[in-house]
């Protein structure tokens, strides 16, 4: 008989290395130390905490277990669970798409930065301190005056956006036996440069100032909404769920192997990089509040600032080897947002399309990196990062992760239903979830993510366009929302093909 083998992870630690490469991306550095800035400090932790249990480990539990279940990417998944289902698999697969399109566009800012840090470009000193600013905003995005003016693409950005995609390529060209072993050896590298930013940071006067305001928790903030709705939909990115590629992930998983333990160390794994990464990032806030004698609102930490104006900031300011620890920090975010970027591009879209039209990986690999980069350029233009990580950010990774994570939860809760895939999962799993885990997969998990959509979203951005935009520029998240779930439907109707590249029994 003959028997489709699907590609397997060489062994545990390799598919842990690969899932918390995927969890492990910019937004630990860079998104969680932010939101936990602008929402009050400590306070922020409790909700992220809450959601991490109560939505991201059993949502996690559910991806890796349906694509287990189904050895299939999420569009097989959904397509096994009925035909009628298989569009809601390729709705993320269009958001994963469309996320890679941006996220490796601040890969390659923060590939020019790694260039620029090597002479500090934007000044050293309290000289850098002003300079940092205009270095990021001119010098390297040349920024234009809104969206409306796009302007030509920036050179310097292509080429290291071309660069981002050709190791991308390299990582994701022979599938996961390459995936495994170079997650290895990025997250080991990534977390020995965050160990040395930590020691650095902690080690910096004024430290203790911005850990304070980090770890004291100002429990009034909880009172706010937009707290929870900042920490849920953050627990759902930075563990990368709701992007198609956990099922794809979880599809490479042995016959026998385990799930619930390895959704624990994932998530939990992830979180607790992330919050050390808040040491690194708020000792360095406390030593720019009193180097420049400033209180803590006036540090420019939000949102890319933070990553591209704070951090120059700090380092312009350090008492030696600038060079040095400016270096550490873009790589080490470049190699964080790498393992994402190719769990994205491998397990979000190129698996998908090798599991439904039957192509070879090279063939899906090369489509996929090509197209992702010349879509890429548009946001390498001047009026690019409005378009990429802000209007784009919003249409996918904001509503189409939740909604589509919300009708999943949903589908699979009520219609697989939840309670045999906690069988399945506990058949094999080092420890066995209870009865608990189908009320919060059939209502508390999709209710939570509505509630975000709905309140969070959908009241706040039809009352305002969103981020303060025209009218027409914000529409363009509802048009890229229907576009993409039209596109998920016209792709249910498309014959799946068996696939060619397997080997077999
Ligand atoms: N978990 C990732 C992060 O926190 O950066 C989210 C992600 C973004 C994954 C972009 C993959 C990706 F391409």
Redesign the pocket.
Known sequence: MVEVVRERWGGRPYFIFAALG???????LW?FPYLTYEYGGGAFLIPWIIGLIVLGIPWMIVEFGMGRYFQSSAPGVFGGIGKKWEWLGWWPVWCAFG??TY?TVVMAWTLRYIGAAATTAWGVGEAGATGAAPFFWEQVLHISSGPEVLGAPVGALVGCLAIVWAVIFLVTFKGIKVIGPVSKYVMITAWTFLVILVIRGLTLPGAAQGLNFYLAPDFSGLGNMEVWFAAFSQIA????LG?AGMYAYGSFIAKKGDISNNAFITSFGNCATSFFAGFAVFSIVGFIMQSLSIPVGEVAAKSVGLAFITWPVAISMMPGANSFFGIIFFLCLFL??LS??Y??AYGGVISPLMDKFGISRIKATTIVCVIAFLIGIIFTTEGGIYWGPDILDRAVSFYGLLLTGALACIVIGWGFPASKLRKYVNETSDFKIGAWFDWLIKIVVPAALLFVVIYGGFVQDIATPYGGYPLWVASMIWVILAVTLGLSFWLQKVKTRAPKEVSRK
């Open positions: 995927s969890a492990i991306g910019l937004g630990n998104r996320i890679t996220y990115f930075t563990l990368s992007m964080l947002g994402s970027a769990f994205l």
